[in-house]
């Protein structure tokens, strides 16, 4: 017989793992003590303890009820990205058959007021398109210089802001625009340098971080290849 000392080194040596690891080893013990098992007992916060059991079965039915939770989420989003490419096909067709380069952004306006936004907006960096004197593309410019500390203190790293700005920040993106709540900014072009598409919104808490940005980096990626049928590239 094991005497004392020996027995506590037993008990010592039994923890979590070796546990574990001896079920892993004999799946059939729940089987071979199925009495036992019944009669086990595990800590429940509200109930003091239920059965080994039941443990299990409400484990089961969370472990459900998250799975329905995720697949409802799942259908929610799918429906909403099919809205999103649904209003991105209509608005490309409407630009795609615009007849002139004002035509265009009116029907980029009018896109965006369909939504129940303020407006819509595009700014371009003059270096990278041909919209100096004497076009009359020239109140599309963005200065550069004037617009690089917005960019870093709104973007970030980010290709995308959506947010409140402030008056000076206005005046250097929509200097023409009034009541202006929050907008939704979006650097156009692969490395983010051609110009910058925006949506305005009155509401000051229309547009706010952590919103989804999949529509915004759809058009800011469709719409360099769109201004190219009336203004020449750099």
């Known amino acids: ?33 199925a009495h036992q098992v019944e009669q086990m007992r595990v800590p429940h916060p509200v109930r003091g303890t239920v059965s080994l059991v039941e443990w299990h079965m409400a484990r089961a039915r969370n472990y459900i009820g998250q799975l329905e939770q995720n697949i409802g989420l799942l259908m929610e989003q799918a429906s909403v990205n099919e809205g999103l490419f649904s209003s991105l096909l209509t608005l490309q067709a409407r630009l795609a058959s615009a007849d002139s380069l004002e035509e265009l952004l ?75 709540g929050s907008v939704a900014m979006s650097l156009m072009g692969r490395d983010g340098d051609l110009g910058v598409v925006i949506f305005t919104s009155r509401d000051p808490q229309h547009y706010q971080a952590g919103q989804g940005t999949q529509l915004l980096q759809a058009l800011a990626q469709m719409l360099p290849a769109v201004l190219e049928r009336w203004i020449e590239r750099l």
Not at 6 to 31: C, G, K, M, N, W
Not at 143 to 159: K, S, T, V, Y
């Open 1 to 33: 017989m094991k005497n004392a000392g020996e027995q506590q080194e037993s008990l010592t040596e039994l923890d979590d793992s070796a546990v574990s690891e001896y079920l892993l080893r004999h799946p059939d013990f729940f089987i071979r003590n």
């Open 106 to 180: 009116n029907r980029l306006h009018r896109w965006a007021r369909e939504l129940g936004l303020a407006g819509a907006h595009i700014r371009l960096f003059p270096e990278r398109w041909r919209i100096g004197a004497p076009s009359s593309f020239t109140h599309l410019a963005l200065n550069r210089q004037a617009f690089e500390p917005l960019r870093i203190q709104r973007f970030g790293d980010e290709r995308h802001y959506l947010g409140p700005l402030n008056g000076p920040e206005l005046l250097v993106m929509l200097p023409q625009s009034m009541a202006v």
